[in-house]
C-alpha cells in the first residue's frame, strides 16, 4: 500500500535510481531516489483514472501450464476440452496508457499466445511499421524454464527484437552472456541487458517504479527475485516463485543482508495494495511418482494458515498464481478454491487487470 511504500523506500533511502532510457548496458544510471509525499492507495473495487498505468496478468501457471505435457489426469484432460479452463504461465504486462509504453514480467514459453493476448495493451500503444517494438522492456524473475524460456522467440529466429532493455540480477546477466543459446541474444543486441540489486529502483516514470528483493529456491543458474511495482495510485508485488516461507524467515541474502528493507513475506504483503504470490501446490503429495522436498514451494495450505492471523485488509490483498497442473485451486469452486475463498484471499486468473 502507499504508506507501507513509503516505508520501504524508507529503507532505500541512498539507493541509486536507474534510469530505463540511457541507463549503461550493465545496470548504471542516473542517481536519484524516489521520496516526496504520496497518496493513500485507492480500495481494489475502487475505478483508477483511465490514463493510470495498470497490469495484465498473461498468465497464472506453473512452468509447465495447464494443460501440462503428457497429463491425462482429469484437471488437464478438462482444460483440453473446455479452453476456459486452460491456464497459461505465469507473466504480467505493465502498461502505461499515459505515453503508450509497456514492461513484461517473465518471458514464458506462451509468450506468442500472451502477446496475443496483450494486443491492443495500452490502447494509446503504435504498432507502426514492419516490425514494431513489442516491449519497451523485459523484468525477469529468474532462470528457470517457465520464467525465461520464451526468450528464443526474441532471437533472429523468430521476431527479432533489437535492444530490449532486459532487467536480470548480475549472476542472471552472467549466465545469459556465457551460455548459448541466450548469448546470442546479447551478443547481437538484442537484449540489454540492465542490473539489478535490491538496492537499485528502476524509474520508468516519476510515479511508476520497479524495485526487487532476494528470495531463496533453487538457484541452479540464476538467484531468484521477487518485485515490488510502486504505482502513482497502487503497489503491487510479483512473486511468483519461492521456497517455504519458513526458509525465507531463515535466509540471508548473500551479499546484501538487507535485501532491500524485505526478509520477510508479511513485509512484502505489508509494503503493496496487491500481492500475487507463489501458490504452485496446494498440498502435499499431489505429485504422484515424486518427492515434493525436490520442488520446494509453500503449500496453499500453509500459506492459509500462515496468513490466518493477518486483518482481513491484509488478507484480501493476496492471490495466488504459478498454480501446477495438479493443484485443485485452479479449478473455480472446487473444494480447495473455497478454501481459499472463504479464508480471505483469491486464486489469481489469466486475464485479470490491476491498475496501479
Given at each position: 500500500m502507499r504508506t507501507g511504500g513509503l516505508l520501504v523506500i524508507g529503507l532505500l533511502a541512498t539507493a541509486a535510481t536507474a534510469l530505463l532510457h540511457g541507463c549503461a548496458a550493465d545496470g548504471a544510471g542516473g542517481a536519484s531516489v524516489a521520496s516526496g509525499e504520496e497518496p493513500v492507495?485507492?480500495?481494489?473495487?475502487?475505478?483508477?483514472?483511465?490514463?493510470?498505468?495498470?497490469?495484465?496478468?498473461?498468465?497464472?501457471?506453473?512452468?509447465?501450464?495447464?494443460?501440462?505435457?503428457?497429463?491425462?489426469?482429469?484437471?488437464?484432460?478438462e482444460a483440453r476440452r473446455d479452453p476456459a479452463r486452460a491456464r497459461r504461465v505465469t507473466s504480467l504486462l505493465m502498461c502505461d496508457p499515459r505515453d503508450g509504453r509497456r514492461w513484461l514480467f517473465d518471458c514464458t514459453p506462451d509468450l506468442r499466445a500472451q502477446m496475443e493476448l496483450g494486443r491492443g495493451h495500452p490502447a494509446t500503444r503504435e504498432m507502426e511499421g514492419p516490425r514494431p517494438p513489442l516491449l519497451d522492456g523485459l523484468f525477469l524473475t529468474h532462470a528457470h524454464m517457465g520464467h525465461y524460456g520464451g526468450l528464443l522467440e526474441l532471437g533472429r529466429e523468430a521476431y527479432a527484437v533489437k535492444e530490449l532493455p532486459t532487467f536480470v540480477t548480475p549472476r542472471f546477466a552472467a549466465f545469459l552472456r556465457a551460455n548459448g543459446p541466450w548469448k546470442l541474444l546479447v551478443e547481437e543486441q538484442r537484449l540489454m541487458?540492465?542490473?539489478?540489486?535490491?538496492?537499485?529502483?528502476i524509474e520508468l516514470a516519476p510515479d511508476l517504479r520497479v524495485r526487487c528483493f532476494r528470495v531463496p529456491h533453487r538457484d541452479?543458474?540464476?538467484?531468484?527475485?521477487?518485485?515490488?511495482?510502486?504505482?502513482?495510485?497502487?503497489?503491487?508485488?510479483?512473486l511468483p516463485d519461492i521456497d517455504k516461507w519458513e526458509a525465507f524467515d531463515a535466509w540471508t541474502p548473500p551479499d546484501d543482508p538487507a535485501n532491500g528493507g524485505i526478509r520477510s513475506i508479511e513485509q512484502a504483503i505489508a509494503a503493496v495494495d496487491i500481492a500475487l504470490i507463489d501458490g504452485c501446490f496446494f498440498a502435499d503429495g499431489e505429485i504422484a511418482g515424486r518427492s515434493m522436498k525436490e520442488i520446494p514451494h509453500p503449500f496453499i495450505r500453509e500459506s492459509l494458515e500462515r496468513?490466518?492471523?493477518?486483518?482481513?485488509?491484509?488478507?484480501?490483498?493476496?492471490?495466488?498464481?504459478h498454480l501446477?497442473?495438479?493443484?485443485?485451486?485452479?479449478?473455480?469452486?472446487?473444494?480447495?478454491?473455497?478454501?481459499?475463498?472463504?479464508?480471505?484471499?483469491?486464486?489469481l486468473d489469466d486475464g485479470r487487470t490491476f491498475g496501479l
Open positions: 492507495a485507492a480500495p481494489l473495487d475502487e475505478p483508477l483514472p483511465s490514463q493510470a498505468p495498470y497490469v495484465v496478468v498473461l498468465g497464472t501457471a506453473q512452468d509447465g501450464g495447464l494443460p501440462h505435457l503428457g497429463c491425462e489426469r482429469d484437471c488437464c484432460s541487458l540492465r542490473e539489478l540489486d535490491p538496492g537499485i529502483v541452479e543458474f540464476s538467484d531468484t527475485v521477487g518485485f515490488l511495482i510502486d504505482g502513482p495510485n497502487r503497489d503491487l508485488l510479483y496468513f490466518a492471523p493477518l486483518p482481513a485488509a491484509e488478507r484480501e490483498k493476496l492471490f495466488f498464481t501446477n497442473h495438479t493443484n485443485a485451486a485452479a479449478t473455480v469452486d472446487s473444494p480447495a478454491w473455497q478454501a481459499v475463498v472463504g479464508a480471505g484471499m483469491h486464486v
